[in-house]
T-cell receptor
Framework: DAKTTQPPSMDCAEGRAANLPCNHS???????VYWYRQIHSQGPQYIIH???NNETNEMASLIITEDRKSSTLILPHATLRDTAVYYC?????????FGSGTQLTVLP | NAGVTQTPKFQVLKTGQSMTLQCAQD?????MYWYRQDPGMGLRLIYY???????DKGEVPNGYNVSRLNKREFSLRLESAAPSQTSVYFC???????????FGSGTRLTVV
């Protein structure tokens, strides 16, 4: 079973920031938080991952709370092409367990 | 740069038939994985290979076998297909622990 908790769906206006929350209260000290997304029926796409510190790349920012029990993925300027299911995953890269994710719909 | 290539893209099998799903990556990644995704659900790990020459079971290995043929290729075999194995199968690779995965585009398998 997936060890993270995410809202099943969210909407966001095009051009605005999308903030996707995730709870991972059982995460252990050496486990990373990974974010992936899946657009329609394509293969999942890696977005970002982090251990303790906040991370940023060309796609998104990842904010991890100090106690590491929750995190937020931020898409700074959402576009229609960002409509997808977003998965938050805790674990080692050896075995990632995908839950149900959050369906993000970006509205025009 | 193709990334992760899966063949075939679509397949229909009769119950009891066997087949092999092929996966190849051209990124010199050490680790490779096979997942299945059933309608409306997340991905579940079938088998993985942390490095060339090693394979390990994931969450749902029953009914499947794998072969890490070399660093580039990781195949998944169904010896006797069952309707419960109707699913979309994704192969992925990663540089190793602590790195993100690159996924293929999937094989859509129907067992009738």
């Amino acid at each position: 079973d997936a060890k993270t908790t995410q809202p099943p769906s969210m909407d966001c206006a095009e051009g605005r920031a999308a903030n996707l929350p995730c709870n991972h209260s059982t995460i252990s000290g050496n486990e990373y938080v990974y974010w992936y997304r899946q657009i329609h029926s394509q293969g999942p796409q890696y977005i970002i991952h982090g251990l303790k510190n906040n991370e940023t790349n060309e796609m998104a920012s990842l904010i991890i709370t100090e106690d590491r029990k929750s995190s937020t993925l931020i898409l700074p300027h959402a576009t229609l092409r960002d409509t997808a299911v977003y998965y938050c995953i805790e674990g080692s890269a050896r075995q990632l367990t995908f839950g149900s994710g959050t369906q993000l719909t970006v509205l025009p | 740069n193709a990334g992760v290539t899966q063949t075939p893209k679509f397949q229909v099998l009769k119950t009891g038939q066997s087949m092999t799903l092929q996966c190849a990556q051209d990124m010199n990644h050490n680790s490779m994985y096979w997942y299945r995704q059933d309608p409306g659900m997340g991905l579940r790990l079938i088998y993985y290979s942390a490095s060339e020459g090693t394979t390990d079971k994931g969450e749902v290995p029953n009914g499947y076998n794998v072969s890490r043929l070399n660093k580039r290729e990781f195949s998944l075999r169904l010896e006797s297909a069952a309707p419960s194995q109707t699913s979309v199968y994704f192969c992925a690779s990663s540089r190793g622990l602590d790195y993100g995965y690159t996924f293929g585009s999937g094989t859509r398998l129907t067992v009738v």
